[in-house]
């Protein structure tokens, strides 16, 4: 059974500063995904990362994918208040961009 | 990008009456669809894999006769919660999409 687990759990950190989020999962996948979810609403897709060493870059956050390690991370940069949510990574196992299997989620809070 | 509606957003009812909720591809075509539940704060959690012409598959510990799922054509699919109950209550998300999933907007039902 594939298990996501993301840590930590909950992040507060000041705006400015530069903090990572883990996600790691049980069984080979090569494909994997990042949300985010604002309280209320369904899921925005942040990243796709398809393959070993794909790294993404989207304004202050940034996701990579180490494949070998079954690790990704979402690296954000200089926090400001907008990025407060909860961000969710999840695997596809199959590889078939259709069944997904989300970790625990972060949600995180930035602070003024 | 490709997008996804649901309806209702959402709904109250009743113990012991039953609420059905669409998912629908607006812009493409999807044999598949995903239904999700989510309790709050928590993950997602897989219900049932939704196939176009064919009986839906359902994850484990799921219940098939409570969660009737159709999906009558390419664009639509539909949950309906049958016998609803209190612990029922709960934020339905759907998805559909090829190279990546693609998330409805959400249902909350709330069963009084």
Known sequence: ELKVEQNPLFLSMQEGKNYTIYCNYSTTSDRLYWYRQDPGKSLESLFVLLSNGAVKQEGRLMASLDTKARLSTLHITAAVHDLS???FCAVDLYGTASKLTFGTG???QVTL | GAVVS???SWVICK???SVKIECRSLDFQA???FWYRQFPKQSLMLMATSNEGSKATYEQGVEKDKFL????????STLTVTS???EDSSFYICSAGSYE?????GTRLTVT
Do not use: C
């Open chain 2, 15 to 17: 113990s012991g009456t």
């Open chain 2, 84 to 86: 609803a109950h209190p």
């Open chain 2, 31 to 33: 044999t598949t669809m």
């Open chain 1, 106 to 108: 972060t949600r995180l």
């Open chain 2, 6 to 8: 649901q309806h209702p």
């Open chain 2, 69 to 76: 799922i159709n999906h009558a054509s390419l664009t639509l």
């Open chain 2, 101 to 105: 999933q693609y998330f409805g907007p």
């Open chain 1, 85 to 87: 949510a909860t961000y």
